[in-house]
C-alpha cells in the first residue's frame, strides 16, 4: 500500500525534482516506511514519478518504488494490493519472466509490461498505478475496478499531473481551477463530489475500472476495461439455495485471499452484519485468534454497538480490542481530520473510522472491514423503501393527508431516539411521493430535502434542473438489467460507493498508515451476486436476504436479526450544543456567501429547525461546516 504522483510533461519542460520531493512529503502518512522519485525522459516525454510505501508485502529494499525493469525502460508507481499476484507470478514464470523480490508491485509491473492494459482484468485487488514505457513515449494510469483506490489528475493543459490525495495535486499542479459549481452543487445534494468530478474546475478522478493512455500527443480518451455484470432475464432459473452456499463459499474465498501479507493483520468488528461476516469467515482461516478492533460511545447508548461486537468475538475467539468514545474525544479529533481533507467530504463517519483506524494501527498494518456489502446485497433502507412507499399510498387518502402527514410534520424528529429517527425516516420515505424508481432513489439518498432548499440561491435551484443532470447520467448508464433495483444497485456499486464510503474508508485509514481491505468487493464474489434476481437480495422487508441466508448457524441470530445500524457519529447532537459555537464562528455570512449559490439567511432558518428540532439537518449543515472550513484552510494555503 503506498501514496503516488507524478508529472507527464508533453512540452519538454524538464520536471523540478523538488516537485516530486514535495510530494513525497505530503504522502508521508500514507508510506512511513520508504519513498523515492524518478525523473527524467521518456522519449518526448518529460516524467516525472513519486511514491511513498507502507510496506505490506516484501517489506526489504527490493519493494522500493518507483520500480524500474527492462535496464530502466519500464517505470511504474502502484498503490494497493493485488491478492493473486503469485499465481500471475507462476504464470509469467513460464512465460520467461524472472522476479527478484516477493511483493506484488514487480509482478504488476512485469504485467503491464507483457499485456499492457488487458492486464487490469487479470488483477484481483484494489489498485491505482501509472505505467511508463520510456522508449517508446508513452504509458496508462488506470484504477481498480470499483475505485477502491483513488486517482485524480489535470487532464489539459502543456502537462498532467496526478496523486493520490487532492492536497499533494494541489501542490504539483499549483492552479487545480476555481471551484466547480456543478460539483459544489453535487456536494450539497449528497455530501461529497463524485467521479469524474472533483471540487475543482481543472482537477479530474478517474473513474472506477477505466483506464487513460498518454503519449506525446498528451492524454487519450478515458476509457472503461470493467463494467458490473448484468442481469438480463435470460438463463436458467436460479435456485436460491445453491445461491446460498455459492456466496457463503465466495466470501469465504475472498476474506482467505486478503489474509495474504508479511505484516500483522485484524478486521473491524462493529457489531454489523457485514464486518461479523467478515471476522467469522477470517476465523475459519486463521490458526491464531484473529485481532478485533471496534469503538463505541460512552456518553450515547444509541450509537453504541460495541455489545454486539463483544458477542462476535466471542462467538469466534477473537483476541478483541475495544474503546469507548467521549464527546471530547470526537470533537478533539474533528478539525485535525477536515483539515486533511484536499476537497470538502461531508460523511461525519470519517470520524469514528479515523479513530477505529488509529487505534487498530498500534497493533496491525492491515485491517479487513465489511464495506460493500450494502451496495452488493441491498442492505440501505432506501432499497427497501420503495415497496414501504406503495405500501402506504395503499391506504385511505384521508388517513394519509389527513392524520399522518400532518402528525409527522408537527413531531420532533432527530436520530437521538428510536421514536424521533422514525420520524426522520418517515419524512425523508414521503420525499418521494412521485416519480419513477430513479427519482425516489436520489430523493432517499441525498441530504438535501425540499424543505431545506433554502440554503440555496434562485441561480442554484436552477441547475439543479429539471433535466437534473444526476437524474439523466443515471439513466443513461449502468448495466441494463431487467429490474430498476438491481440497476440501482449496480449504479451506487460503481458511483455512489467509491463517491463516499471507499473515498472515507481510504483518506480516513491511511491518516494513520493502515490499509484496509474489503473482501465483500472480491471480483469473483460481485459477478456472481450482482446479476442475481433482485428477491434475492430485498424482499418483503427484508434487506440483504441472500447474505443473511448464507451464514445461518454461522453467525448468531442476534446478530443476523437485528437491524442495520449505520457507523455514526451523534454530529446532531453536537451541532445543537457542544457544536454550535464554532459552527457559527465558521459558517459565517462572509463565508458562505463567497460561494455565490448559497443564501445565509436561508442556512440560518434550516439551523433554527434543526436545533429546535423541527426537522433533522444534521447532514447537511455539517456539509455546510465541512465546506467553510475547507474553504477558509484553502485561502490560507
Known sequence: MCGIAGIIGFAGEAVEPALLGAACESLGHRGPDDRGTWSGQAGPLSVGLAAVRLAVQDPTPAGHQPMARGDGRYLLVFNGEVYNFRELARELEGLGDRFASHCDTEVVLAACIRWGSEALTRFNGMWALAFVDTQAGRGFLARDRFGIKPLIYTPSGRRCCFASEMRTLRGLARDPGEIDSAALLHYLRFGYVADPATIYTDTRRLPPGCWMTFDQSGLGEVRRYYEVPARTGAGPKEDYGSACGRVRELVFRAVAARRVADVPIGAFLSGGLDSSIVVAHLASCSTDPVKTFSIGYAEHGAYDETRYARLVARRFGTEHHEIKLTYDDVLAALLPIIDHLGEPFADSSILPTALVSQFARRQVTVALSGDGGDELFGGYWRYLGHDSLAAYQRLPGWLRRGVIEPALERAPASKGTVWRNRVRQLRKLLRAGSGDA???????????????????????????????????????????????????????????????????????????????????????????????????????????????????????EEILQRGKMGFEVPIGEFLRGRLSELFRDTVTREAVESFGLIDYDGVERVYADHCTQRAEHADLLYALFVLCRWHSRQRIA
Not at 485 to 508: E, S, T, W, Y
Not at 511 to 526: A, G, N, T
Not at 529 to 545: E, I, N, Q, Y
Not at 550 to 555: D, K, P, T, V, Y
Open 438 to 556: 430513479w427519482e425516489r432513489h436520489l430523493a432517499w439518498s441525498g441530504i438535501l430535502p425540499p424543505e431545506a432548499e433554502a440554503v440555496l440561491r434562485p441561480a442554484a435551484t436552477e441547475m439543479l434542473g429539471p433535466p437534473d443532470p444526476l437524474l439523466q447520467r443515471m439513466r443513461a448508464t449502468g448495466p441494463r438489467m431487467d429490474d430498476p433495483l438491481n440497476r440501482i444497485l449496480a449504479f451506487d456499486l460503481q458511483h455512489c460507493l467509491p463517491g463516499d464510503m471507499l473515498h472515507k474508508v481510504d483518506l480516513a485509514s491511511m491518516y494513520h498508515s493502515l490499509e484496509v481491505r474489503v473482501p465483500l468487493l472480491d471480483v469473483e464474489l460481485v459477478e456472481a451476486v450482482a446479476p442475481l434476481p433482485v428477491r434475492f437480495k430485498v424482499h418483503r422487508g427484508l434487506r440483504k436476504r441472500l447474505l443473511i441466508d448464507a451464514h445461518r448457524g454461522m453467525l448468531p
